[in-house]
């Protein structure tokens, strides 16, 4: 079993706000294929890095997570997925995870 996650941005690289539609499609789409998801919508997490090596400028944002259970794990269709949640929301990279898990 595989916990698959991965963190969708608030707003653009402009600091426009994506409307909550676009949140919602995502959810949809997931329990559609998976059967469910797990989206923390309410607690935006906080994340910062450097634009460039070194002196570059830090970046923060608020972005929201997913997570989906899966068995087994296709990484052909994970991989097209972030492509296109990359496309969707305006992105160079969405970091999309896979953590094996254990059921207790």
Avoid: C
């Avoid at 570059?56 to 794990?73: A, I, N, S």
């Amino acid at each position: 079993m595989h916990i698959v996650q991965f963190l969708l941005p608030l707003r653009d690289n402009e600091r426009r706000p994506f409307p909550r539609a676009d949140f919602e499609k995502v959810r949809t789409e997931l329990t559609e294929r998976f059967g469910g998801v797990t989206a923390f919508l309410q607690s935006p997490a906080s994340g910062a890095w450097k634009e460039e090596e070194g002196e570059g400028e830090t970046v923060r944002d608020e972005m929201l997570l997913f997570e989906v259970m899966v068995e087994p794990l296709d990484r052909k269709w994970w991989s097209g997925y972030r492509a296109e949640l990359e496309r969707r929301f305006r992105q160079e990279r969405i970091v999309v995870r896979a953590l094996g898990t254990e059921m207790l």
